[in-house]
């Protein structure tokens, strides 16, 4: 395979061909987002959409929450299910068409995206919350459920190129995955995600995550410790062999977050069990 560097403004131009995400889901993303919002707006905004209420009913009522009484409220689904899994269930919803899609450039299938996604969200806001920091578990969980959304335009640009990346990564002619990405297509993953995220309107803290979840180092204040939390997440699903295809544990870990984010090695067997716990839980109700 020749290298060739792709013009990166072909790659944006693929970003502005791709469906939006819905009002509803750009305002339940932005409000989670904030650290003083009320549950009673997450409810206001699924209301508003039948369709997802009627698929929040299904989730809460399926078997594996094996609730006594069936649920008929979204006010008591949100209970019951919290406020991150909500959001999780209205963009596995409401944005299919960019989470259950192949990647051809990472040899990837169907619902891995959102498989690793979703693990990254849920370790995302276990990290959080034992970071000993004032961060917001729910702006950590959508950081997470976002952080490779430009995956989604970049692996049509990277087909077939999968086993060409990874010898050239053996040979440390590419230090990993996203220098790959860069050399062949003059931009990566992370910043076609930045400008997806810049383009919906998202906060600054998403856009910051999604941009620097490989390279926390040059995340500026006050978003390096959203970011770490972010890398490390990722990191640690990977670990656990839950990637998306052909990069996985192609990406070098910045020990930096231990400046940022005290955690033993109980703390993150723990988080790893509560991932693999909820993930379990949230595939199932999918179902």
């Known amino acids: 395979m020749d290298e060739r560097r792709y013009s990166p403004e072909e790659i944006y131009k693929a970003v502005n061909r791709l469906p939006v995400l819905s009002p509803n889901a750009l305002k339940l993303v932005q409000l989670i987002s904030q650290s003083d919002y009320e549950v009673d707006d997450v409810i206001k905004i699924v209301t508003l959409d039948t369709g997802l209420t009627s698929q929040i009913l299904r989730v809460v009522n399926s078997p594996v929450y094996n609730l006594m009484k069936p649920v008929q409220s979204v006010e008591r689904a949100v209970v019951i299910l919290g ?31 959102w498989s690793h996604d979703l693990r990254v969200a849920i370790a995302s806001r276990e990290i959080a919350r034992l ?19 430009g995956k989604v335009v970049i692996a049509d640009f990277l087909n077939n190129s999968a086993d060409y990346i990874l010898n050239k990564i053996q040979n440390a002619q590419f230090m990993d995955y996203l220098k790959a990405e860069d050399a062949l297509l003059g931009t990566n993953h ?43 997440a990722d990191i640690l699903a990977m670990m656990e062999g839950w990637g998306t295809g052909s990069d996985t544990m192609q990406y070098e870990l910045d020990r930096g977050y231990a400046n940022y984010i005290k955690l033993t090695f109980e703390d993150i067997t723990d988080i790893m069990l509560q991932v693999e716990e909820e993930f379990r839980s949230a595939e199932q109700a999918f179902e």
């Open 83 to 113: 406020e991150q899994i909500i959001v999780g269930i209205a963009l596995r919803y409401i944005a299919n068409h960019l989470f259950d899609r192949d990647l051809p450039g990472y040899n990837s299938q169907g619902e891995d995206l």
């Open 131 to 149: 970071s000993g920091y004032e961060l917001g578990p729910d702006l950590a969980f959508t950081a997470g459920l976002l952080h490779d959304i």
């Open 190 to 232: 992370a910043k076609v995600g930045y400008v997806m995220a810049k383009d919906w309107g998202l906060p600054a803290s998403l856009q910051m995550a999604i941009r620097y979840h490989h390279e926390p180092a040059q995340a500026t204040y006050p978003y390096n410790l959203l970011v770490y939390i972010v890398h490390l």
